[in-house]
């Protein structure tokens, strides 16, 4: 991996994000997944710099997450963080942008190209939730497997290296003898800072109140690419051909010996892919 980039910070409508910004054009954002650990450099760091190649790649810690800031949220979750997200584009000065992203932060960005239609070009969208029904019903573990599986790595005697390594090889790649040790070690040790242990802990929604987008995802004008692993552990690649045609421009590639991560098992592939759909638009 790539050596991680100069942190860069940026007070969004009461909200400090940390990021990292590497080269130019049009600007790209990357919003990563919710799981332990994870920030933007965990989940875009191998493919990042092929972006950056022709584009702006803005590598986004979202909130609760990284280095960003950690307070609680109240009212709707997937409001809060694309009405955040409009205001960080606003500070950057940033009018419309792509956005790349993974697991949770799809669900931000769908949410976002839904109410804040002019300000996203495309999207491209993998492993994300944001609805809580599926073609081939019942969703794993009624919807709520990562929600289980960050109580089962924070629980018990706790974060410990080989949880993470469990977790991320059970639920994430899909060969997890590929799982380079630096990844290893910057999950586990994000996973221990003490603010997310305490989101982790806490017995109230810290997070926000959870929201189904069946009507927003019926508003989105953008294009919109999932790029879903075959073996996602999470949802099967039925459930991504249902959300696409429930999108007016919906498309799907499903790849194959992935699983959740694709953009980190397989970053060449992925950026040829996510490549060629963006350069479309």
């Known amino acids: 991996m790539t050596p991680r980039p100069d942190s860069l910070y940026a007070t969004a409508d009461g909200v400090k994000y940390h990021f990292h910004d590497l080269g130019a054009g049009f600007p790209t954002v990357f919003l990563h997944g919710g799981g332990p650990g994870c920030t933007a450099w965990s989940d875009f760091g191998p493919v990042a710099p092929l972006f950056a190649q022709d584009r702006r790649a803005i590598l986004v810690d979202i909130p609760q997450y990284g280095l960003s800031d950690k307070g609680t949220i109240e009212g709707p ?129 810290p997070r926000g109140d959870w929201q189904d987008l069946t009507a927003e995802l019926g508003m989105i004008k953008a294009p919109v690419l999932f790029a879903w692993g075959m073996y996602d552990a999470f949802l099967s690649p039925d459930y991504p051909l249902m959300l696409a045609r429930m999108i007016e421009h919906g498309h799907l590639y499903v790849m194959d010996r992935a699983s959740h991560h694709l953009q980190e098992e397989r970053p060449y592939d992925y950026h040829a892919v996510v490549t060629g759909f963006l350069d479309q638009q």
């Open 77 to 205: 979750m997937w409001d809060f963080h694309a009405a955040k997200m409009v205001a960080l584009l606003d500070e950057l000065g940033i009018d419309r942008a792509d956005f790349i992203c993974n697991s949770w932060g799809g669900t931000i960005a769908l949410n976002l190209a839904a109410k804040y239609p002019d300000r996203v070009r495309s999207l491209v969208v993998t492993g994300s939730m944001p609805v809580f029904y599926g073609p081939l019903a019942p969703l794993p573990e009624g919807a709520r497997r990562g929600r289980n599986a960050r109580d089962l790595y924070y629980g018990g005697e706790g974060p410990t290296r080989e949880k993470m390594r469990q977790l991320i090889t059970r639920l994430e790649w899909f060969d997890g003898d590929r799982l380079p040790e630096e990844t290893l070690d910057m999950r586990y040790q994000q996973s221990l800072d003490p603010e997310e242990m305490a989101l982790a802990a806490a017995s109230d929604n």
